[in-house]
């Protein structure tokens, strides 16, 4: 497991993507569930997904209900991302379980996981700027601009894959640790959020029984 490894995955991820380039698109996963290729490809395809849904929520003719049901989209999205992020977490974790720390082990805030969303995020950037590159209906000058800060983004494409290189070499050796911390984030749990459970049983709940998020 190293940075290209994720990498190629996740740009594998963003091409099936956009061979429909349709935010209602089934996600498609072609590893194994145990695998840990599995968990980065459904990574990337949830941010490449919310990706879009952060465009389409920006458009200036959207309906006002249209832009109710996104924002909840993104929100879910968001769960479902850092869900993705800690069970990639968990694996490395394992991966590492028979690692003994030296005493002088520093503790790495950045987790693997957190780095590879970053990772993962960066590689929709550059695909997106490279399509701007190419775009033939913009002057030369959008050319331009876009590919100075393209070329920004691949100098941060190899320093971020050196971090986690280094970061996973270091933690292998025992000169860095890392500890898993659940995000435990509070809008979408209508017990932690007081503008859900504030509200009467019956507004909390649809017919079915079903929390209204």
């Not at 594998?12 to 490809?41: E, G």
């Not at 869900?83 to 030296?102: A, C, G, L, M, N």
């Not at 997106?128 to 590159?133: A, I, S, V």
Request: charged share 25%; proline share 6%; aromatic share 8%.
């Amino acid at each position: 497991m190293n940075a290209s490894f994720a990498n190629d995955l996740f740009r594998q991820s963003i091409r099936d993507y956009h061979h429909t380039d349709h935010v209602d698109t089934p996600i498609n996963n072609p590893f194994a569930a145990n695998d840990i290729a599995s968990l980065l490809y459904h990574k990337n395809w949830i941010d490449t997904v919310q990706w879009h849904l952060e465009d389409i929520i920006r458009s200036p003719t959207i309906r006002p209900d249209e832009l109710v049901a996104i924002k909840r989209r993104i929100d879910q999205s968001n769960q479902d991302r850092t869900d993705t992020v800690e069970q990639i977490d968990s694996w490395f974790f394992d991966q590492f379980r028979h690692t003994t720390p030296k005493p002088s082990a520093r503790l790495n805030s950045e987790t693997p996981a957190w780095l590879l969303d970053r990772m993962s995020i960066l590689q929709l950037k550059l695909y997106h700027f490279r399509e701007q590159t190419e775009r033939p209906d913009v002057p030369d000058e959008h050319h331009q601009k876009a590919a100075q800060k393209l070329a920004v983004l691949l100098e941060q494409e190899g320093d971020l894959a050196c971090c986690f290189d280094e970061l996973l070499e270091d933690i292998q050796n025992g000169d860095r640790y890392m500890k898993v911390y659940r995000q435990m984030k509070m809008y979408n749990d209508p017990t932690l959020n007081p503008v859900l459970y504030g509200q009467p049983a019956e507004q909390q709940s649809g017919q079915d029984g079903s929390v209204r998020l």
